[in-house]
Nanobody, 122 residues
Framework: QVQLVESGGGLVQAGGSLRLSCVAS????????MGWYRQAPGKQRSLVAG???????NYVDSVKGRFTISKDNAKNTVYLQMNSLKPEDTAVYYC????????????????WGQGTQVTVSS
């Protein structure tokens, strides 16, 4: 069993920054592909960014140039650095583990964190 725990969410003004962290623990041999998703009220959960074990990344168009996904294998941790935040970035952000990449796009695996709220005020 793998557990994913997110942290780093909060309230920030438009134009500000936040860094989300996701620590993986449990029955892990090594971190494979991981990703970040978000879900705004009344909307479906959608991909934000993914990263392979080798460090290749994939971003949804709306966050390209503003968000950066990275990982620290030694710490079993994946990060999401979010800059130039906009009110439309407001959502619960979820970490996902053991996903796959196909045609350069991240697809979710079976492990999810509990989510962390990000609220961007205008």
């Amino acid at each position: 069993q793998v557990q994913l725990v997110e942290s780093g969410g909060g309230l920030v003004q438009a134009g500000g920054s936040l860094r989300l962290s996701c620590v993986a623990s449990g029955s892990i041999v090594s971190i494979n592909a991981m990703g970040w998703y978000r879900q705004a009220p009344g909307k479906q959960r959608s991909l934000v960014a993914g990263i392979t074990s080798g460090g290749s990344t994939n971003y949804v168009d709306s966050v390209k140039g503003r968000f950066t996904i990275s990982k620290d294998n030694a710490k079993n941790t994946v990060y999401l650095q979010m800059n130039s935040l906009k009110p439309e970035d407001t959502a619960v952000y979820y970490c996902n583990g053991e996903g796959t990449f196909y045609s350069g796009r991240y697809y979710p695996g079976g492990y999810w964190g509990q989510g962390t709220q990000v609220t961007v005020s205008s």
